[in-house]
């Protein structure tokens, strides 16, 4: 359980810092990493029609769409069997 949980909050944190990056990937927007611009350089700044679905969403939607992409990672990192502790392992006689 405590693995899980310790995933879970690695995805959340990941979900955080690649937000933006995962925004300019599928749109071209300008958006960058926190650290940088952020999403000063996004698109919908520029008054064009055609802005970022991601930028342009209500709150509600930013993290609606956080969460799935934090899901999936979550997935993703559990269904990969990492090397660890195997409690339930039989010993040979």
Same mark, same amino acid.
């Given at each position: 359980m405590r693995r899980r949980l310790i995933t879970l909050a690695l995805a959340i944190c990941l979900t955080?810092?690649?937000? &933006? =990056?995962? /925004?300019? @990937? @599928?749109?071209? /927007?300008? /958006? $960058?990493?926190?650290?940088?611009?952020? $999403?000063?350089?996004?698109?919908?700044?520029?008054?064009? &029609? %055609?802005? %970022? &679905?991601? %930028?342009?969403?209500?709150?509600?939607? =930013?993290?609606?769409y956080g969460a799935l992409l934090a899901l999936s990672l979550f997935l993703i990192a559990s269904f990969l069997r990492l090397p660890g502790k195997q409690r339930h392992a039989k010993k040979a006689r």
């Open positions: 955080l810092v690649l937000y &933006p =990056q995962l /925004c300019n @990937l @599928l749109f071209d /927007c300008g /958006c $960058t990493w926190w650290f940088g611009e952020g $999403t000063e350089l996004c698109n919908i700044h520029s008054g064009s &029609p %055609c802005g %970022c &679905p991601f %930028c342009r969403a209500n709150l509600l939607s =930013q993290l609606g």
